[in-house]
């Protein structure tokens, strides 16, 4: 994150208020997090807490600068979920990559993975069920690649499914 931040702030023409308030889209983002911070019991706790995400939105922001370079961006976020539901399914099939067979039985056979982030259903879930949408449109909408799209959502669906999560 840290050299995200430099790479950002020392990059040609440097950085200014007119780049990070863009869009309508960046004053919602905004109002969004200072609303939270504000309406927060321990505002500076919250701030902190909050921080990371912030930075992070504005990185990507600014980066992805172009269409071809936010649809590479979304490829590759599609691309590695789909790697962790591949993980997760193939568990289900006995191909256990991260040891998670106990905390299966730990869940009552609600899928999980051995991992820091994954490490209950509902994480897994809630970041693999992002695939479903992205598939549709990378893939499906415009008619792209039908029969990847078709099979990168039933990937996705499956691992939601095997997890059990609402």
Known sequence: MV???LVTLTRRGGLTLRE???TPHDWLMAAYFGWVIYSAAAPF?????????????LVTVLALRSTPQLGRFLRWW??????????G??????????????RIAMNDGRLV???????NPNALGHSVVVVMPMA?????WRADALVKGALFALLS?????????K
């Open 89 to 102: 399914v193939l568990t289900e099939f006995g191909i256990d990559f991260t040891g998670a067979a106990e």
């Open 45 to 57: 706790g919250t701030f902190k807490k909050l921080l990371p995400f912030m930075v992070f939105y």
């Open 136 to 140: 549709y449109f990378l893939y499906l």
């Open 157 to 165: 669906f499956l691992c939601v499914y095997y997890t059990q999560s």
């Open 113 to 119: 993975l051995n991992t820091y982030m994954h490490n």
């Open 20 to 22: 990070v308030f863009r």
């Open 3 to 5: 050299a995200a931040i």
């Open 78 to 87: 599609c691309g590695l979920l789909l790697v962790l539901a591949s993980a």
